[in-house]
T-cell receptor, first 113, second 109 residues
Framework: EADIYQTPRYLVIGTGKKITLECSQTMGHDKMYWYQQDPGMELHLIHYSYGVNSTEKGDLSSESTVSRIRTEHFPLTLESARPSHTSQYLC????????????FGNGTRLTVT | GQNIDQPTEMTATEGAIVQINCTYQTSGFNGLFWYQQHAGEAPTFLSYNVLDGLEEKGRFSSFLSRSKGYSYLLLKELQMKDSASYLCAVLDSNYQLIWGAGTKLIIKP
């Protein structure tokens, strides 16, 4: 039973479109994260949040934005999708402690044509 | 720069034991995680080590040597369902997670 939900699971869109990937968690976790994962490659941090109204940029943040208006919701927006954005996007959450493990959603597989 | 090294792929036989190694060079160290990720699914947490030594959790154990920048995940009594990728990740001095590319483990009958 998933406690962190991502929608859509799969998305195919054209270049230049604006898209929002949704992520919600029901665990009351303060910390939330967005990662990008390509096959056989390490996870890259896009954005993270330590709580409501807190957002920080990761390594790959320059082409996307996030918001954290509610504890449970952390959407990721690509203003203008490009083929280079084709990837798997994973949302995660954790309790506040620095060594708390991440709980991941099942991901959104995005293809930009 | 910061780096995590893991073998890309390993093959083992059902019922056997396999050791997946992870070496790291990071700016500081605040702990090491292992995650399991089945194809097309989310990574799930397996273990966390911050002190040297072996942590055992059922069929899975994780070892850490901070002086050597080295960890391994030991899987015993392998089952077909253990076929997955195993991700090593280190918390650096800024408490940011540095991820390895993962080791794909293939279990053969």
């Amino acid at each position: 039973e998933a406690d962190i939900y991502q929608t859509p699971r799969y998305l195919v869109i054209g270049t230049g479109k604006k898209i929002t990937l949704e992520c919600s968690q029901t665990m009351g976790h303060d910390k939330m994260y967005w990662y990008q994962q390509d096959p056989g490659m390490e996870l890259h941090l896009i954005h993270y949040s330590y709580g409501v109204n807190s957002t920080e940029k990761g390594d790959l943040s320059s082409e996307s934005t996030v918001s954290r208006i509610r504890t449970e919701h952390f959407p990721l927006t690509l203003e203008s999708a490009r083929p280079s954005h084709t990837s798997q996007y994973l949302c995660a959450s954790s309790e506040y402690g620095d060594n708390s493990p991440l709980h991941f959603g099942n991901g959104t597989r995005l293809t930009v044509t | 720069g910061q780096n995590i090294d893991q073998p890309t792929e390993m093959t083992a036989t059902e019922g056997a034991i396999v050791q997946i190694n992870c070496t790291y060079q990071t700016s500081g160290f605040n702990g090491l995680f292992w995650y399991q990720q089945h194809a097309g699914e989310a990574p799930t947490f397996l273990s966390y080590n911050v002190l040297d030594g072996l942590e055992e959790k059922g069929r899975f154990s994780s070892f850490l040597s901070r002086s050597k920048g080295y960890s391994y995940l030991l899987l015993k009594e392998l089952q077909m369902k253990d076929s997955a990728s195993y991700l090593c990740a280190v918390l650096d001095s800024n408490y940011q997670l540095i991820w390895g590319a993962g080791t794909k483990l293939i279990i053969k009958p």
